[in-house]
C-alpha cells in the first residue's frame, strides 16, 4: 500500500521559511515524478514544483515560486522535502505531495500523479 504522508507546515510571518516533508512508503521515490501541488481556499489546486525521477532528474516549478522554493530528495530517506523561502500570504494553503510516472508534458498536471498525501496546511500571516 502506498503512502505519501506530509510534514512540517505552520503559521509563518511574511518573509518568513518553512520546510515540507514528504516521506513515502510503498514505493521508491526514485522511481517516480514527485510534486508538490497545493490549493487555496476558493481555489483550484495548483502546481508548485516536480522533480523527475532518476534518470531524467530534472526540476520544475511554477512560476509563482521560482527562485523561491526548492525541491530535493533524499533517496536514502525515501523522502521529497519542499523548502520555501521568502513566504508571502499569497503562498497560504494546503499543500499536498504526489507521486506519478507521467511523461514530461504532464509533469505540471494532477492527472500526471497516481498518489497522493492528505496535505498539509501552511498559512503565511502577520
Known amino acids: 500500500q502506498v503512502q505519501l504522508v506530509e510534514s512540517g507546515g505552520g503559521l509563518v510571518q511574511p518573509g518568513g521559511s518553512l520546510r515540507l516533508s514528504c516521506v513515502a512508503s510503498?514505493?521508491?521515490?526514485?522511481?517516480?515524478?514527485m510534486a508538490w501541488f497545493r490549493q487555496a481556499p476558493g481555489k483550484e489546486r495548483e502546481f508548485v514544483g516536480a522533480v523527475r525521477r532518476l534518470g531524467a532528474n530534472t526540476y520544475h516549478y511554477a512560476d509563482s515560486v521560482k527562485g523561491r522554493f526548492t525541491i530535493s530528495r533524499d533517496n536514502a530517506k525515501n523522502t521529497v522535502t519542499l523548502q520555501m523561502n521568502r513566504l508571502i500570504p499569497e503562498d497560504t494553503a494546503l499543500y499536498y505531495c504526489?507521486?506519478?510516472?507521467?511523461?514530461?508534458?504532464?509533469?505540471?498536471?494532477?492527472?500526471?500523479?497516481?498518489?497522493w498525501g492528505q496535505g498539509i496546511q501552511v498559512t503565511v500571516s502577520s
Open positions: 504526489a507521486a506519478g510516472q507521467s511523461i514530461l508534458s504532464a509533469i505540471r498536471t494532477e492527472t500526471g500523479y497516481k498518489y
Open positions: 510503498g514505493l521508491t521515490v526514485t522511481q517516480y515524478n
